[in-house]
């Protein structure tokens, strides 16, 4: 059995306390009486400076996490997350609308972003393309949550990338057929396509909150970017559609 962290510590204090008050109980020194507080004192002392070390260490981690994510949010992901946004239906939201939002406001969109549905089926499939071609986003987001031991984003990026692997099998057997559509004949298959394109509005979210709560100029840049980028592919769009 794989003994507590710090067991043989806690042992050993415990075990001078105790030693000095036998010796206060032999010889009646009261100062072995006081000896015998020192090592739980110190023991606590330890205890208390540990804790504000990890929460310390924990602070930068997730800090250093808040980084990388702007980078990817705003280079790598960000077709991504403008087809996601493109291809929903209710909540009804935009990046425009994001970007103007108020910190209630936004909250308000997280909240409606727990259930998602999208405009058709043929709509969802160029935003499970973007996630394949992500995959070596996702799996770069998965070695970072290895370095800073964030469990729940570990196993967010196995399920995307699982995910992914199955688009790929699909896609290498059937060739042009769409995905979606052998997708939505699976119930299981049909809520995991939800669960993730889903969650990728959810965490868009989740991230706009962060920042315009600890760095709002940040937030700004972001979503202006993002505003720019959404404008010009919806210029792109127009003009493929007259040329067709």
Do not use: C
């Amino acid at each position: 059995m794989k003994l507590p962290k710090h067991f043989w510590l806690v042992a050993g204090f415990i075990g001078f306390s105790a030693l000095f008050v036998v010796i206060e109980r032999l010889t009646h020194f009261e100062f072995f009486y006081h000896l015998a507080a020192i090592p739980l004192e110190v023991m606590v002392a330890v205890f208390i400076v540990e804790r504000a070390l990890q929460k310390r260490e924990s602070r930068e981690k997730r800090r250093q996490l808040m980084f990388i994510k702007s980078h990817l949010f705003r280079s790598e992901m960000r077709s991504l997350f403008l087809a996601n946004f493109a291809a929903l239906k209710a909540p009804a939201l935009s990046i425009e609308e994001i970007r103007t939002a108020s910190l209630e406001d936004l909250k308000g969109m997280r909240q409606k972003a727990n259930a998602v549905e999208y405009k058709s089926p043929e709509d969802m499939e160029p935003v499970i393309l973007e996630y394949v071609k992500a995959e070596r986003v996702w799996r770069n987001f998965m070695e970072r949550a290895i370095t800073f031991n964030f469990e729940e984003i570990f196993l967010d990026m196995i399920s995307i990338l699982h995910f992914i692997n199955d688009v790929r099998s699909y896609k290498e057997r059937s060739g042009d057929r769409l995905f979606i559509h052998e997708a939505l004949r699976d119930p299981r298959m049909k809520a995991k396509v939800y669960d993730v394109l889903g969650d990728g509005i959810r965490r868009f979210l989740d991230y706009a909150i962060e920042l315009k709560e600890r760095q709002p100029e940040i937030f700004e840049e972001v979503m202006e970017d993002y505003a720019l980028s959404a404008r010009f592919r919806k210029s792109g769009d127009a003009l493929e559609s007259a040329g067709d």
